[in-house]
């Protein structure tokens, strides 16, 4: 069964600061990968995704995520965070290629900025 | 673009009573909505995978007669929690494909259900 491990359930880090969150999943092939952004009370923003190609993705709002295929891992960085990037933060993955079957989803790392 | 709106945002019922979600997508076209279900402290559970005039297809575990899906257009799919519980209270949010790309889902901003 997919499984995608977020091991990080809450982070607190400081305005300005660099930011790493983690995502591992379990497959045998390489799944799409994706990272969404959920604020308080709102629907959740793609911020990345990852098909094929250069394993270095970049996203909106200064994010980036690196594929390792190795580790199967699919952590996402932002050199420089800033307080409005506080927010729960959803990796998930998608098995199928090519079609849109069944997206799951991690348990979530809730981002604190501190002043 | 890929906007997708959920009416009502929040809604407050009895017991009993049933509820309708509304699920649009306002600048594109989806063949395919997805609804799921948002625990506290936990992931999003998909429910169910609706297609525009056919059947949804229900996850495990999900009551397909308690929680009725129709896709009737390119742009709407209505989730109906029929004679609701205290335990159906949670945070539902649909996504959609914006047709023909079949590789991401836009998601909408939820919609948090309170059952008394």
């Known amino acids: 069964a997919q499984s995608v491990t977020q091991p990080d359930i809450h982070i607190t880090v400081s305005e300005g600061a660099s930011l790493e969150l983690r995502c591992n999943y379990s497959?045998?092939?390489?799944?799409?990968l994706f990272w969404y952004v959920q604020s308080p009370g709102q629907g959740l923003q793609l911020l990345l995704k990852?098909?094929?190609?250069?394993?270095l993705v970049q996203g909106i709002k200064g994010f980036e995520a690196e594929f390792k295929r190795s580790q199967s891992s699919f952590n996402l960085r932002k050199p420089s965070v800033h307080w409005s990037d506080a927010a729960e933060y959803f990796c998930?993955?998608?098995?199928?290629?090519?079609?849109?079957?069944?997206?799951?989803f991690g348990t979530g790392t809730k981002l604190q900025v501190i002043p | 673009g890929a906007v997708v709106s959920q009416h009502p945002s929040r809604v407050i019922c009895k017991s009993g009573t049933s509820v309708k979600i509304e699920c649009r997508s306002l600048?594109?076209?989806?063949?395919?909505m997805f609804w799921y279900r948002q625990f506290p402290k936990k992931s999003l559970m998909l429910m169910a995978t609706s297609n525009e005039g056919s059947k949804a297809t229900y996850e495990q575990g999900v009551e397909k007669d308690k929680f009725l899906i129709n896709h009737a257009s390119l742009t709407l799919s209505t989730l109906t929690v029929t004679s609701a519980h205290p335990e159906d209270s949670s945070f539902y949010i649909c996504s959609a494909e914006r047709t023909p790309e079949t590789d991401t889902q836009y998601f909408g901003p939820g919609t948090r259900l309170t059952v008394l």
């Open positions: 998930a993955v998608d098995l199928s290629s090519g079609g849109y079957q069944k997206v799951t």
């Open positions: 990852y098909f094929s190609g250069d394993t």
């Open positions: 600048d594109f076209q989806a063949t395919t």
């Open positions: 497959y045998g092939a390489t799944p799409y």
